[in-house]
């Protein structure tokens, strides 16, 4: 692939969905990058598993609070009405149904809308954490990945192999080529980098891509 978006444009991309005044969780790593490209005029209400509702943005360097920091161990700062609460606090709030959105990465996604976002090898997470409550606590669940690995195998693919984090539970990918849906156990096709052609895209997809209406340009801005 000669072409394709980088983190930061795949994150951009995922922050352009979220409404204005959403109860967001990202998860650790590269979905905490959404958080920098909200669009103006709207401002999400981030949620941490570790407690607390309503952080900013990171503080500038030599001024962080190191009691205040998010899931992944990153100093935040507060917004207006943010508020702390016990981490089992947290966690009711997940699994009651009270965040909008969930935006994690993955390992693999299957048609299916299954989720493999950890792993059991040598490099991989030791376990499954809190990811296995937001996939089926929060309203919707978005993903955010590199189409293919590094050694070019598809992470959308018919089933995964990997131990699942959740079942049915993902409704759209953010890609590094394509913007796609999950519904009635399919991937479709909704965005796509205007330089790559669905055959090729195809090629890179470990399960049948459908179409259901025109596919729009996947455009975004330098980052």
């Known amino acids: 692939m000669s072409e394709k978006l980088s983190n930061a444009q795949i994150a951009w991309r995922a922050a352009q969905d979220i409404a204005d005044g959403a109860y ?33 943005e990171a503080p500038p360097q030599g001024e962080e609070d190191w009691d205040m920091i998010n899931a992944g161990k990153k100093a935040v700062t507060l917004n207006p009405g943010a508020a702390f609460f016990h981490h089992a606090d ?21 048609e299916n809308g299954d989720l493999a976002n950890w792993s059991t090898g040598p490099k991989g997470v030791p376990a499954v954490g809190g990811a296995m409550d937001l996939v089926h606590g929060a309203k919707r669940v978005a993903v955010i990945t590199e189409h293919v690995t590094k050694d070019g195998k598809p992470k959308l693919v018919k089933r995964c192999t990997l131990p699942l984090t959740g079942v049915g539970c993902v409704t759209r990918l953010y890609t590094s080529l394509a913007v796609i849906d999950i519904e009635g156990g399919h991937f479709v096709l909704r965005e796509k980098l ?25 455009i975004v801005p330098e980052l």
């Open 194 to 218: 205007p330089s790559i052609s669905l055959e090729t895209l195809q090629s890179l997809t470990g399960a049948e891509l459908k179409l259901d209406g025109p596919v729009a340009d996947l």
């Open 90 to 110: 947290s966690f009711a709030m997940v699994r009651g149904g009270h965040l909008d959105v969930a935006i994690l990465g993955a390992y693999e996604v299957a």
């Open 24 to 56: 967001v969780n990202l998860g650790i790593g590269f979905p905490e990058m959404v958080a920098q490209y909200q669009p103006p005029g709207r401002q999400a209400i981030f949620h941490t598993e570790n407690g607390i509702l309503g952080f900013g």
